[in-house]
């Protein structure tokens, strides 16, 4: 693909810059692919009723055409035009989570284009919380397919430098706002299920939408256990490799006091082959470990801090070439299901039980 000069829009995330968005709003409505930031993580937008527009986004990510993106929209009543129909229950959830973290599968209407929802006949929609991201769908004037900015396979973006470090010369533009708030990405529920499901956990805790719901189930893809067979996977991003750092990466959980144990044990016989060893530990346990790169996602006590954490420290561990990452396990409560699923990929389902 040909090089493109991708110009670093610097904004105030609060109050960003008028003529700004307006420059990236331009480039979108011509087609082109703007990276920006979300309350999550950086999004790769493109005009979703555009279809040319998407190939191109699709190849810029290296991303298989059979993984569709999201779909966000600056106004929940925008939905209306892009969904065959919504339900009380739909309605609800966006009046309670929207702006949010939130992504709702619904079955999609005529307007929108095959390559958009990968030949599905749903569609994943979501209105973000962050005043970069809703002005630039305002001036823009179009629903915004927008995939996380990485590389597929890598790590998500939380910062415009990590979107440089996969997408300079492939993406006309990035709206710089700073590091992203939550860190991981939006929770995906499937709505054309009964009772819904989550096909990814995110930003909004199973917690939180089992509250609103009551009945709303983990689909086994969410909890990533262990690889689930293609069929089984209602959600087509689950097969695709993802937020994958070079190095290897083993996950070990169970109870902390064994986890310990066992991320010693395993970081220091790595050692002794001679390969450069990281640890992904807490604040609680760092101190503990003799790794040639230790680094600490936060308090076991602060799941959102972790969650946070999460992407930058997978993309750091790389940039010192380290050859295996150890990573400590973390309570799968609230924000920290969303993590789990995301080490548990990392590792490629190599998962070490402590006990
Ligand atoms: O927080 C987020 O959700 C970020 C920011 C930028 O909004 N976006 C994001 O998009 O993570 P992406 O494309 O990297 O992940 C979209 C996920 C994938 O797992 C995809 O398979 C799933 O949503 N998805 C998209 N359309 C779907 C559909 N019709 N049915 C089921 N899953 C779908
Ligand atoms: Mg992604």
Request: charged share 25%; glycine share 6%.
């Amino acid at each position: 693909m040909l090089v493109k000069k991708t110009l670093l829009l610097k904004v105030d995330s609060q109050n960003p810059e008028k003529e700004k968005i307006q420059k990236a709003a331009d480039f979108i409505k011509k087609g082109g692919l703007v990276a920006f930031p979300t309350e999550t993580v950086y999004g790769l937008g493109a005009d979703a009723l555009n279809s040319k527009a998407i190939f191109a986004l699709f190849e810029a990510k290296r991303r298989p055409l059979d993984n569709p993106p999201i779909v966000h929209v600056g106004d929940a009543s925008d939905v209306h035009r892009l969904v065959k129909e919504t339900t009380p229950k739909a309605e609800k959830l966006m009046k309670i989570f929207w702006p949010g973290p939130l992504t709702l599968i619904f079955k999609h209407s005529t307007i929108v284009p095959d390559v958009t929802v990968a030949g599905l006949d749903t569609i994943a929609i979501r209105m973000p919380n962050h005043n970069v991201a809703l002005a630039l769908l305002k001036e823009s004037r179009c629903p915004i397919a927008a995939p996380s900015a990485n590389l597929a396979g890598k790590p998500s973006p939380t910062t415009a430098k990590h979107v440089l470090d996969d997408l300079d010369g492939r993406i006309d533009a990035v709206l710089d706002a700073g590091p992203t708030h939550i860190g991981v990405e939006s929770t995906v529920l499937d709505l054309t299920a009964m009772p819904p499901q989550i096909l990814r956990p995110g930003g909004t805790p199973y917690e939180k939408l089992k509250e609103i719901l009551g009945d709303v189930r983990l689909h086994p893809v969410a909890v990533a256990e262990k690889e689930m067979p293609i069929e089984g996977a209602r959600s087509p991003g689950v097969k695709h490799k993802h937020y994958a750092p070079n190095a290897e990466v083993v996950l070990v959980e169970g109870e902390i006091s064994v986890v310990k144990e066992k991320v010693k044990e395993l970081a220091e016989s790595h050692r002794r082959e001679s390969r450069k060893v990281g640890v992904l530990a807490t604040d609680e346990t760092a101190d503990y470990y003799r790794a040639d790169v230790v680094k600490s996602l936060g308090s076991r006590n602060d799941l959102a801090t972790v969650a946070k954490n999460l992407f930058r420290l997978l993309r750091e561990f790389d940039s010192e070439s380290v050859d295996v990452i150890i990573a400590e396990g973390i309570p799968t409560e609230g924000l920290g299901l969303a993590v789990m699923n995301r080490l548990r990929k990392a590792a490629g389902y190599k998962i070490v039980k402590a006990e």
